[in-house]
């Protein structure tokens, strides 16, 4: 049931060395190509990451929060090209979910490390520096990358009573 992948979904920032099999690879590239876009146009590109010194690198391409990135077994960078599609940022989103949840059900963890409009210690453009990194065409922008492994930990999933019912609302809002 999907609903039991939710309920016990969290991020992993926390991987053991097993590599990702070529078997779980082709899984998750086939769901990244199986999420749907505005119009159809497909403006993404993804790029899979498995040389250990590249993840190094693309863990400090921001201040906080990408460190994970440097011992996880597979990092996908989310990018696309804008030119090609208004909305891209939402393609880009969904096919990061996608991809977030597809490894959860073949057993495997990940966390998203933004990298769109946030920068690293020195104030540069954690997408310029990912860019670099990754020597990406010009016409992309890069969205996050999804770190993915075999979790070392698995937290419990949120208990359904900490959920903010309250988030959900019916009709019109009284003023
Ligand atoms: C749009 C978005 C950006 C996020 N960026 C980061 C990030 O840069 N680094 C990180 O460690 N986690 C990041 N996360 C993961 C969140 O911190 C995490 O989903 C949230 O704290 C809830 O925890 P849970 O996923 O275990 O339920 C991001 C999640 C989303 C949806």
Redesign the pocket.
């Known amino acids: 049931m999907f609903i039991e992948l939710l309920q016990q979904?969290?991020?992993i920032?926390q991987f053991k060395s097993t590599a990702i099999t070529p078997e779980q690879l082709a899984q998750l590239s086939e769901a990244l190509l199986r999420a749907p876009t505005s119009r159809g146009r497909n403006p993404w590109h993804f790029v899979i990451v498995d040389d250990p010194q590249l993840l190094t690198q693309l863990s400090k391409a921001?201040a906080h929060?990408?460190e994970?990135l440097a011992k996880a077994p597979l990092a996908v960078a989310i990018c696309a090209e804008p030119a090609v599609s208004d909305v891209w940022v939402e393609d880009c989103?969904i096919a990061a979910?996608i991809l977030q949840l597809t490894a959860e059900s073949l057993g495997l963890g990940s966390?998203?490390?933004?990298m769109r409009l946030?920068s690293d210690a020195n104030g540069r453009s954690a997408e310029e520096n990912v860019c670099e990194i990754l020597n990406l065409p010009e016409a992309w922008s890069v969205d996050?990358i999804i770190g993915i492994g075999q979790p070392s930990q698995r937290?419990a999933g949120?208990p359904r009573a900490s959920l903010p019912d309250g988030k959900i609302h019916r009709n019109r809002q009284p003023k």
């Open positions: 979904r969290r991020s920032r921001k929060g990408a994970f989103a979910i966390c998203w490390a933004q946030r996050c937290p949120h």
